[in-house]
């Protein structure tokens, strides 16, 4: 533990905002779970539903810089070619 005042503060706030990005980052891992479980059930229009939620919080997580850019493009990309699988 830090020993100067203002750094045992930052140890806080830190702490606080790992928690934060770990939760958000869940949710997004959550909302791609969701679109792979409908595209397995074949439940199109559901699916499509989701993958709109699960873009919106790759795009988001990219913006706050909890994730790579790329790897957010990669995502989106498999995650539409799954959906688009089971419309076709």
Same mark, same amino acid.
């Given at each position: 533990?830090?020993?100067? %005042?203002? *750094? +045992? %503060? +930052?140890?806080?706030?830190?702490?606080?905002?790992? *928690?934060?990005?770990? !939760?958000?980052? !869940? #949710?997004?891992?959550? *909302?791609?779970?969701?679109? #792979?479980?409908?595209?397995?059930?074949?439940? /199109?229009?559901? *699916?499509?539903?989701?993958?709109? #939620?699960?873009?919106? %919080?790759? #795009?988001?997580?990219?913006?706050?810089?909890?994730?790579? +850019?790329?790897?957010?493009?990669?995502?989106?990309?498999?995650? !539409?070619? +799954?959906?688009? !699988?089971? /419309?076709?």
């Amino acid at each position: 533990m830090a020993n100067i %005042k203002q *750094a +045992r %503060k +930052r140890v806080i706030t830190q702490n606080n905002q790992r *928690a934060q990005n770990n !939760s958000f980052k !869940s #949710d997004v891992r959550s *909302a791609m779970k969701r679109v #792979d479980n409908l595209v397995d059930n074949n439940k /199109t229009d559901e *699916a499509k539903e989701a993958f709109k #939620d699960a873009v919106q %919080k790759i #795009d988001k997580a990219v913006g706050k810089g909890l994730m790579h +850019r790329n790897k957010g493009n990669r995502q989106k990309a498999r995650l !539409s070619r +799954r959906v688009k !699988s089971v /419309t076709a």
